[in-house]
């Protein structure tokens, strides 16, 4: 219940903050929300000797649209993310992940980009994420980049940050015209995790037949990934619901599946392909399909 | 490290250890015991207090991030000597037992009300998923919040 | 009218503290001086303690002391087991280990510092050598020869072996008609999870030589001996008091070696030293419940009379014993038959020893065991024989209203088992959901229809009968004001025995309810008692209470009638008055107090003051009983099980305040409920605690239950004055076979005829994926 001892730090601004993250690369740990680091900590899972507190960092909470895109800092939280009219006009996808995440307090204080840069493989942002192509931008001493989502996340809570490096913001495509997208998820019944997490997001080109689709997977192995046979299999064809399933039936393909006390990774392989037809089914739905 | 907190109105001004906890400093520095611990996992509510009007886990909050903010605990709720329509609530409907995770639950429901001022029961059933009770099923908490909801601002 | 009270919906006078934040739990007292205990637990299911290296503990900032079992030997006793059986063996079981650990958590050092902080850093420091043994976790395995011991000592790992047998065999077994079924159960194990984990603060004063000590317990005068007992010293010397107790559930009806250790520091420093556990102790070092394996034999008649039951019971006891462990398990044997007619009966119940934490008193304790058996048992004999589950039961239930023995040798008390079942079965509307059932299954949808009629035994109980006493103390004082204090033995911890009680003194007494208060849960002020647990508080603390106010009527109409010159019999109290029977003469209530205690003019031979102590004992338990039906819809894809309807009518005799009996049976089927489908505590076979925290043991959450239709009928018991039975556990007891009878009710479709709890998706899966299910129309 209770961590060991650190010392705090709390950076005003984001070179601040890239500045101690260098400094502490080896013994320090970056703090957002808190939402996936103090419980840890709690546990002495986490004992980091410093806490880079990104808390009190200015402009590092907000949404907006730029270039045809959506931007979120990364210290947004959940519920600003559930609740944001912009995200419900031009994203819907991020509203409904966010919804879905722990309960109104984890929602309340924890952080979009903590979440991300934690890269637990049963959170639910970093389907939603796949599934957008989302970038993430990260900043450090030697400068800013984006990295592709498709090279974010690397492994059981690892990602392609580096040491040093401070995630800032993601940026998503908003939802193009004739277009769709869902996240149906299968809660762990304690922890609220996802056993599998499922986010969509299907296009349709004018005659309803899939012109484009992208499927992102959570909860069933280390990392998050996109199922792209998935993809593959349903691109060019129409969304019938038996096209959908079947398609769906590739959604574990060459994964090495999880299995735990819960779902066994044959149980989990079969609700990742059920959850998988849901999400396109609900996204094709919402894009104007049948 | 030196913080300052402003608790139910009320300014606090200490040095603590920045691991500290921010259920910690309510219960133990601000002498505040009404908002409990239940788990290590920030998972049961017990702890639930607002932390700038927003409901958090207080259990999951170190106290030097709260450091300038304010924060209200179930003792900060009756105003002059009168109840908080969702504490006359709970007593009416009998939303409590042994009452341990009443006092977090009753600040989730707070945020509920700020954002949903009538709530269906499905609304309230969500609205207090992150709070564990082991007493009550719920179903009366449920008629609690709705008692509330029905008689506030009035 | 004040006499009107019994039976009303009553706000609490508990409440006002507890939403406000203004009550007091044990973590919520501090002392002047006060310490922090924290404690260095075995990480390993078995293991011999090689070396205890607490240097670096005792050398880190604020530590005023380490304590280790060997510390501890000789000079505090073992953790008690009240529990007297023939055969039983009670292995001795430390308060810190000595020499071997033998389950996950177990308290292996003591760590006292001046902050709570500090007493968990310092417990990292400590450095425990283990020598690894072989664990035993399954029971089957245990009973094996070879088996890995859990106690060298004892030569085996099996605790106690009981029989219950009653009714004539020979001619069941000889009997070819009769159809036999067979069915192994599992009831899995869970934990009571209050969440007020436990917690004690010990403060031993050197000078006057007395112990205090604050715990979150549901027993506080067992407590105080007990912990007079395990520290040598002159009972008494001790005080126990139970503050606010934020749940129990059973867990908090022990004695538990932490709190030994903690009233051991206090005493060894002269100073208060506070305990409270982390959920993470909580799971692993708090007693559990349940975990049995039931193997079921049911002999039928063609027509569904069932003619005899058979079931041999292994219970998982854990590593030692605490309070009530090996009691758990005869408690099943006891009603196993639950509410039928049976006339023959055959249980052997075999007690194990594991490397887990102790079993014990889990709400229900026993009979959640024994319904679910005979519940199951009865849907099992309803699709053998084709029959609807409901013919089954009304073919089997005895006759309304009279009390029958069962070869079990229990003594139901009154019973309308008829009464209650109709009454569930208009209430949801049973024969429509069995038309809707078979519309859904032609579209290929699962839909589930659960019944579960049961009988429990609760008000404990008779002395006779229980281990440690089954009576309960009343105490009713009329102050010098005229207020009235009231002191029950049975401490409540949510109950709301504080209004109820209320309820009953301000009714006999005639004065306003608001002039009543309650205490419990201090020794020093409550003179004697037992606790509150097996549904006890009201059917036996309530009486004990409302025969205490007998003794003060008694004693003011003495009074009232000298003073009014009629006879004692005569006197009547009403509206805060003592009058004639015609009204025509009186005085008010407050005037004879004032003489009482005045004593001025007291009839000859009466003592001065109003106060009266009762001590209750029970001629005999109470026999709740109900009807439930739990409607649940299965996915067909993924084996989710979802809740739909829940409908219970519960008879616990006389109610008196509805909207508590309300709040109990809401609970008791959360718990219920969540056992079926979803909570479950697992080891694997090293004796690791793998559901360890809150992230793995699901808890029942708000959003997972529907609108729960409740309703009553009303039986009054003739074994109290009061007419109550008791409902605290009834809920519990009767939905966790309602919901597993719903989810096989709806998977029957596949063939299935049993699945163990918890119901978990998958486990509904594995079924579904076998096959089609017949009968369903091509799509």
Redesign the interface.
Known sequence: ????????H?PKTVDEAARMAAEFADDGKV?AG??SL??M????LASPKH?I?L?RVEGLKYIREADGKIEIGALTTH?QAEYATLLKEKCPLLPETARAI?????R??GTIGGSLAHADPAADWPAAALALDAELKTVSTSGERWIPVSEFFVDLLTTSMNPGEILTAIRFPALPVRSGDAYAK?A?????FAVVGVAARVTLDEKGIVEKARVGVTGVSSKAYRASSVEAAITGKAPSSKNLDTASLHAVDGIDLNGD????AE?RG??AK?YTARALALAVERAGGK | MKIGIKINGKWHENDVEPRLLLVHYLRDVASLTGTHIGCESSLCGACTVLLNGDAVKSCTVLAVQADGAEVTTIEGLARDGNLHPLQQGFWEEHGLQCGFCTPGMIMSACQLLARNPHPSRGEIREGIEGNLCRCTGYQHIVKAVEWAAEHSGK | MAAKLLGERIKRKEDPRLIQGRAHYVDDIKLVGMLHLAFVRSPYGHARLTAINTGAARNAPGVVAVFTGEDLKGRLGFVPCAVEMDGLKIPEHPCLAIGEVRYVGEPVAAVVATGRYLAADAAALVEVDYDMLPAVTSMEQALEKGSPLVHESLGDNLAFVAKIEGGDWKSVEADPSLKVIRQRMINQRLGPMAIETRGVIASYSPGEDTLTVWSSTQIPHLLKTHLAILNKMDESRCRVIAPEVGGAFGSKLNVYGEEGVACFASRQLGKPVKWIEGRRENLAGTIHGRDQIDDVEIYAKPDGTVVGLKCFILADLGAYHQFLTPGIPTLTAMMVLGCYNIKNVFVETKGVFTNKMATDAYRGAGRPEATYIIERAMDLVARELGMDPVDVRMKNFPAPGKDIVLPTGVNYDTANYQKTLKKVLKLSGYSKLRKEQVRLRKKGKLLGIGLSTYVEICAMGPSSRMPAGGWESGTVRVEPTGKVTVLTGASPHGQGEETSFAQIVAGELGIPYDDVTVFHGDTAQVPMGIGTFGSRATAVGGSAIYYAAQRIKKKMARIAAHKLEIKPGEVVFADGKLQSKDGSKSVAFTEIVTEAYYARQLPPGVEPGLSELYVFEPPNFTYPFGAHVAVTEIDAQTGEVSLRNYFAVDDCGRILNPMLVDGQVHGGLAQGIGQALWEELIYDENGQLLTGTLMDYAMPRARQFPWFETANTETRTPVNPLGVKGVGEAGTIGSTPALVNSVVDAMSAFGVRHIDMPLKPEKIWVHLKQGAMPGRDAA
Not at chain 1, 1 to 8: L, N
Not at chain 1, 102 to 106: A, F, S, T
Not at chain 1, 188 to 192: F, K
Not at chain 1, 261 to 264: E, H, K
């Open positions: 219940m209770i961590p060991e001892s650190f010392e705090y709390v703090l808190g939402h103090i419980p900590m709690k546990l002495r806490l507190d808390g519920f722990g309960d109104v307090q984890v309340n204080k299968h762990h019944p304690a922890s609220g006390l819960y779902a066994s149980y079969h609700l059920v």
